[in-house]
Each structure stands twice: as structure tokens, then as C-alpha cells.
């Protein structure tokens, strides 16, 4: 375990300084979190019905509010982010640094992977639901583009995709500006929305929130599923942090992105409370109508943007789960030769967009889509819960009682969400869990499968003292240089160097190297000798079961004599 306090001088870093570092992480980053604004208010007021009172207004904003705070600002940015597996985060990270590192515990590990499969299933939303949102703000100009949105969103999406292999470092020069002008954008409309009624400001008080949600009944607290909505982008942060590391990230959250999102969010309360419809999409009518094009823009940009916080996210939590042995080997490229973290992953990303335009294309609707959104996310963040206890109690040796209050006030908020996103199980909810389940059940096939072929690879290893005992008897012919054997074998000799020096055994006192004429210990052998030779050849493994040389290398073998 290490301290993001205390960078790791074995791995480099973005060699930027701290500002730099935390605007290009807005564009890496805080993208899928940063446009939830778009969606999450237009999603409660649906749920709290139409024409929503002062004290339903007021209590919803108030619950979104410290639903940031708590659960980004406190439970990920402040609490999480201490706890890194070598400068990666997410729960993976978690997963690996308390399952594995410390001792073998299947059931941490079976939280872990569950948890970021469930990541993969939601992951394959975020894209859809935010591009069709900034798009859908066009039928408030202009209804005549309705046939287009769909359209327009899968082009989006894939060009999005096809832009990955730049790599991170690259993108989040170009997207952090952006997003840098998104967020100060959202926090002026917001303000503009505040000073036409101050009044919203009362939201502030979490006891609006509390009131509202236990004095309404089952409906209220149902609200919640809308709710959690604003803050679906935090797992993904904290996945993300193996990209730029904490300190920018903290930095950009603090400094830009919290404000700007608790503005917009009072903004948009405080026309409903002035009595703008809540039809449609309410942020869109924080805008003047002149500016609503580019606002839209603007917004279709930004959530671009924010698929991009979901694929790095994907590709660092695929790097971890291929190096703890519970994913197939993939082509990682390293993007960047500075920072570690900044990796694509080519077969991910594809089969991502695959995915994420099939699930544009069949709900069609920001709507359709938010029914399904939150259910998978939710249940990591309660299982990311109940990791971050454990790491109190045996990382920072914290007291039981210590653990238990911070970590169950965390467990207590992730419950209630989870519950809430349980209703939409029958409405769409099905599709990120069943994504998920796909993820789980080829990790755990992969990591049986691979066991057991490392198992049955240490039963044909040689020990070290017979091998080399074989060698001397063989009389090996030694050539200058050192010969590199890639294996998975913890000890001993591993099978190929095995098999290739039982080949040099058999052919006796010959030597062949590729591109050269075969040569003997006397000199220039007879063709009809070596040919002789060649027929009788055979590759024995460490059982001595003998393997006949390929038809293609005697072949080559005798082009080259």
C-alpha cells in the first residue's frame, strides 16, 4: 500500500506542474460527473410528479447537494484517494492491495471483481445517456431535428472511439480547455438562475433534504434513485487517478468542478421554484435563447468529454485485472512515455463502442436511458464501502469504533441508493447487470482456467540440479550471448528452456543458426550426412516423450545447408 501523499519515485509522473496537471485532468477525468447536470434534476422532477412544491423543490436540490458532498467529496476525494495500489485507484486497486497483497481472501477479491464488472455495465451507458441528453436540448430550439438526434449521437460516439489511440495525454490537452469553459459556463447560468430567486440558496440546510425525504413517504425516498444520478462519475474518478494522481484531481474538484455543479444545480431549482415548466429539460431554459445553440454546442462537446472519464477508467481497470491474473492478455500501448497510467487499450475500446451504440440505438431516449443508469454503480460504491473499512482498520490501523462511524455512515448513504436503484431493475436496469455478469463470468472462467494450466506447467518443470547435470552429460555446445526463457513458472527449470536444450542434445556435435551454413565440431559437414541426420532428429520434452521437428523448419533448415 502507499500514501498518494507521498509520490512513488519508481513510477513517473506528468512532469507539469499542479495546475496544468489538474486542467488536463478535467478533461480526463471529470467528464462523465461534470455534464450530469444535464440529466439528474430533469430526472428527480419527473419522479417527485408535476408541479412540484417549494418544500419537494427545495428538498430535492438540498439531498443533491450533499449527495456531493458526502459521497464525492468526502467518501472518494478526501477518503479513497489515500488509499492507492501503486499509484492506480478504483476498486480493483482496493481489491488487489486487501485480497491479494496482504493475504489471500477470496471473498474480498469476489467484492472486488463483482464491483468492477458492475462498473463495465454502467460504463456502457454513461456515453449514451450524456451524448442524447445535449443533443435532445436541440428540440427545444429547433423540434423539427428529433429524427436526427439518434443519428447524430452513434456518428458522436464513434468518432469518440476512433480518437482513443492519441491516448490520454494527448486528449486531455485538447479536452481540458474545454471543459475548463464547460464548468465556468454552467456556474454563470447558474448564478443567473440563483438571482432570480435567492431564495433557493435555503437548499444549503440538509434538513430540507431530510424533511422531504422521510416525511414523503415511499415516493420520496424512491427520488433517490433519480437523486444518485449527480454523482455516478465518482467511482470512475477514483478510478482514474492512476492517470495524473490525486493532488490534481483533488485540486480541480475543489477549485472548479464542486462549485460549478452546485451552482447549476440551484439555478435549475430556482426556476422551478419561480415557476418554469419542468417539462422537457430544465437546464436547457437556464440558457437565453440566443445562446442556446451554442449552448448546446457546448454541451455535446462536453459530454464527449465525459465518455472519456469511462473508457480510461475501463482501460486502467483492464491493465489491473490482466495483472492480477483475472483477465485474458490484451495489447496495452503505453500512450505516454512519462506517465504511467496513460494507457489504450485497443480490443476494450471497441467492444465498448459495440456496445455503447447498440444501447443508443435501442432506447433511443435520455429518458429511457436514466431508468436503466445507476443500478450497477450504486452497488460498487456499497462494496468500495465496505473495502475502505477494511483499509481503516488494517492500512491506517484505525480504531474499531473510528472505522465503523466513518465507514457506516458511508455503508448507511451507498444502502439507501442501492435500494432506491432497485426499482429500476424492471425498467432497464437489467441491461448493466447483465453486462456485468458477462465481465464476472469471464473473469473467473480466465483466472480457473489459467491456475489450472499453471498448475499442470509446474508438474513438467526440471530442478535445477538435474538440468544442469543434463547439460554437462549432453556436452552442450555454448554460444556467447544469454538466452532469455519467458515463463510462468515460480521455480526451476521451466519446460521450453527444457525442450531446447534437449534439442541441442539430440542433434550432437551440430550447430545451426539461422541465415548461417550448418556447421559440425570438424568443420563443413557431408549434405547427405546432415540430411541423415536431420530425418533421425526429434525434440524430446522433460517426460522424454518425443516431438518430431515441424515439416516447415526441416525445410527451412535444409535451404539453409
Given at each position: 500500500?502507499?500514501?498518494?501523499?507521498?509520490?512513488?519515485?519508481?513510477?513517473?509522473?506528468?512532469?507539469?506542474?499542479?495546475?496544468?496537471?489538474?486542467?488536463?485532468?478535467?478533461?480526463?477525468?471529470?467528464?462523465?460527473?461534470?455534464?450530469?447536470?444535464?440529466?439528474?434534476?430533469?430526472?428527480?422532477?419527473?419522479?417527485?410528479?408535476?408541479?412540484?412544491?417549494?418544500?419537494?423543490?427545495?428538498?430535492?436540490?438540498?439531498?443533491?447537494?450533499?449527495?456531493?458532498?458526502?459521497?464525492?467529496?468526502?467518501?472518494?476525494?478526501?477518503?479513497?484517494?489515500?488509499?492507492?495500489?501503486?499509484?492506480?485507484?478504483?476498486?480493483?486497486?482496493?481489491?488487489?492491495?486487501?485480497?491479494?497483497?496482504?493475504?489471500?481472501?477470496?471473498?474480498?477479491?469476489?467484492?472486488?471483481?463483482?464491483?468492477?464488472?458492475?462498473?463495465?455495465?454502467?460504463?456502457?451507458?454513461?456515453?449514451?445517456?450524456?451524448?442524447?441528453?445535449?443533443?435532445?436540448?436541440?428540440?427545444?430550439?429547433?423540434?423539427?431535428?428529433?429524427?436526427?438526434?439518434?443519428?447524430?449521437?452513434?456518428?458522436?460516439?464513434?468518432?469518440?472511439?476512433?480518437?482513443?489511440?492519441?491516448?490520454?495525454?494527448?486528449?486531455?490537452?485538447?479536452?481540458?480547455?474545454?471543459?475548463?469553459?464547460?464548468?465556468?459556463?454552467?456556474?454563470?447560468?447558474?448564478?443567473?438562475?440563483?438571482?432570480?430567486?435567492?431564495?433557493?440558496?435555503?437548499?444549503?440546510?440538509?434538513?430540507?433534504?431530510?424533511?422531504?425525504?422521510?416525511?414523503?413517504?415511499?415516493?420520496?425516498?424512491?427520488?433517490?434513485?433519480?437523486?444518485?444520478?449527480?454523482?455516478?462519475?465518482?467511482?470512475?474518478?477514483?478510478?482514474?487517478?492512476?492517470?495524473?494522481?490525486?493532488?490534481?484531481?483533488?485540486?480541480?474538484?475543489?477549485?472548479?468542478?464542486f462549485p460549478s455543479l452546485v451552482l447549476n444545480y440551484a439555478g435549475q431549482a430556482a426556476l422551478v421554484l419561480q415557476g418554469e415548466p419542468t417539462s422537457g429539460n430544465i437546464f436547457f431554459r437556464l440558457c437565453p435563447s440566443a445562446l442556446l445553440i451554442p449552448l448546446v454546442v457546448l454541451a455535446t462537446i462536453a459530454t464527449i468529454i465525459a465518455s472519456q472519464s469511462i473508457i480510461t477508467g475501463a482501460f486502467s481497470m483492464t491493465r489491473q485485472a490482466i495483472q492480477l491474473g483475472w483477465m485474458p492478455r490484451l495489447q496495452i500501448t503505453q500512450t505516454s512515455a512519462e506517465g504511467y497510467g496513460q494507457i489504450y487499450v485497443g480490443f476494450v475500446n471497441w467492444l465498448l463502442m459495440i456496445v455503447t451504440v447498440g444501447l443508443t440505438i435501442a432506447f433511443g431516449k435520455s429518458d429511457n436511458?436514466?431508468?436503466?443508469?445507476?443500478?450497477?454503480?450504486?452497488?460498487?460504491?456499497?462494496?468500495?464501502?465496505?473495502?475502505?473499512?477494511?483499509?481503516?482498520?488494517?492500512?491506517?490501523?484505525?480504531?474499531?469504533?473510528?472505522?465503523?462511524?466513518?465507514?457506516?455512515?458511508?455503508?448507511?448513504?451507498?444502502?439507501?441508493?442501492?435500494?432506491?436503484?432497485?426499482?429500476?431493475?424492471?425498467?432497464?436496469?437489467?441491461?448493466?447487470?447483465?453486462?456485468?455478469?458477462?465481465?464476472?463470468?469471464?473473469?473467473?472462467?480466465?483466472?480457473?482456467?489459467?491456475?489450472?494450466?499453471?498448475?499442470?506447467?509446474?508438474?513438467?518443470?526440471?530442478?535445477?540440479?538435474?538440468?544442469?547435470?543434463?547439460?554437462?552429460?549432453?556436452?552442450?555446445?555454448?554460444?556467447?550471448?544469454?538466452?532469455?526463457?519467458?515463463?510462468?513458472?515460480?521455480?526451476?527449470?521451466?519446460?521450453?528452456?527444457?525442450?531446447?536444450?534437449?534439442?541441442?542434445?539430440?542433434?550432437?556435435?551440430?550447430?545451426?543458426?539461422?541465415?548461417?551454413?550448418?556447421?559440425?565440431?570438424?568443420?563443413?559437414?557431408?549434405?547427405?550426412?546432415?540430411?541423415?541426420?536431420?530425418?533421425?532428429?526429434?525434440?524430446?520434452?522433460?517426460?522424454?516423450?518425443?516431438?518430431?521437428?515441424?515439416?516447415?523448419?526441416?525445410?527451412?533448415?535444409?535451404?539453409?545447408?
Open positions: 500500500m502507499t500514501n498518494t501523499a507521498h509520490e512513488r519515485r519508481d513510477r513517473p509522473r506528468i512532469p507539469t506542474s499542479l495546475p496544468l496537471a489538474g486542467l488536463s485532468a478535467l478533461g480526463i477525468v471529470f467528464g462523465d460527473i461534470g455534464t450530469s447536470p444535464l440529466y439528474t434534476l430533469k430526472t428527480v422532477l419527473a419522479l417527485t410528479g408535476e408541479n412540484p412544491d417549494s418544500a419537494v423543490t427545495l428538498g430535492a436540490l438540498s439531498l443533491v447537494i450533499w449527495t456531493l458532498i458526502v459521497v464525492t467529496t468526502i467518501k472518494y476525494v478526501s477518503v479513497a484517494m489515500r488509499v492507492d495500489n501503486d499509484g492506480e485507484g478504483g476498486i480493483l486497486a482496493l481489491m488487489a492491495l486487501l485480497g491479494v497483497k496482504r493475504e489471500r481472501r477470496p471473498v474480498i477479491v469476489a467484492v472486488g471483481l463483482f464491483g468492477a464488472a458492475l462498473i463495465y455495465g454502467d460504463g456502457a451507458i454513461t456515453p449514451a445517456i450524456s451524448v442524447l441528453s445535449a443533443l435532445e436540448g436541440l428540440n427545444i430550439a429547433t423540434p423539427a431535428v428529433q429524427p436526427y438526434i439518434v443519428p447524430a449521437a452513434v456518428a458522436i460516439l464513434i468518432g469518440l472511439f476512433a480518437v482513443q489511440p492519441q491516448g490520454t495525454a494527448r486528449i486531455g490537452r485538447a479536452f481540458g480547455p474545454i471543459m475548463a469553459l464547460w464548468f465556468l459556463s454552467i456556474a454563470v447560468l447558474g448564478i443567473w438562475g440563483i438571482a432570480r430567486h435567492p431564495a433557493v440558496l435555503l437548499a444549503i440546510d440538509p434538513r430540507y433534504g431530510l424533511n422531504y425525504l422521510f416525511s414523503g413517504g415511499s415516493g420520496s425516498f424512491l427520488v433517490l434513485g433519480g437523486v444518485f444520478l449527480c454523482v455516478t462519475g465518482a467511482e470512475a474518478l477514483y478510478a482514474d487517478m492512476g492517470h495524473f494522481g490525486a493532488r490534481p484531481i483533488r485540486l480541480a474538484w475543489s477549485a472548479l468542478v436511458l436514466a431508468a436503466a443508469y445507476g443500478i450497477a454503480v450504486s452497488a460498487t460504491m456499497l462494496m468500495t464501502s465496505v473495502l475502505l473499512f477494511i483499509a481503516m482498520r488494517e492500512i491506517w490501523r484505525w480504531s474499531l469504533p473510528a472505522a465503523g462511524a466513518l465507514a457506516g455512515g458511508f455503508l448507511i448513504v451507498d444502502a439507501a441508493f442501492f435500494t432506491a436503484n432497485l426499482t429500476k431493475i424492471a425498467e432497464g436496469g437489467y441491461v448493466p447487470l447483465l453486462l456485468a455478469s458477462c465481465v464476472y463470468f469471464i473473469m473467473v472462467v480466465w483466472h480457473i482456467g489459467a491456475a489450472a494450466t499453471a498448475e499442470r506447467l509446474q508438474e513438467t518443470v526440471m530442478p535445477i540440479g538435474d538440468f544442469m547435470a543434463k547439460i554437462q552429460e549432453g556436452r552442450v555446445p555454448r554460444v556467447p550471448g544469454t538466452a532469455v526463457f519467458l515463463t510462468r513458472t515460480q521455480q526451476d527449470a521451466p519446460p521450453t528452456m527444457v525442450w531446447q536444450t534437449a534439442a541441442r542434445i539430440d542433434r550432437g556435435d551440430g550447430v545451426c543458426a539461422q541465415g548461417q551454413r550448418c556447421q559440425t565440431a570438424h568443420g563443413q559437414g557431408d549434405r547427405a550426412q546432415f540430411l541423415a541426420r536431420l530425418r533421425s532428429l526429434r525434440l524430446h520434452g522433460a517426460a522424454g516423450h518425443p516431438r518430431p521437428v515441424a515439416r516447415g523448419a526441416r525445410s527451412r533448415m535444409q535451404r539453409q545447408h
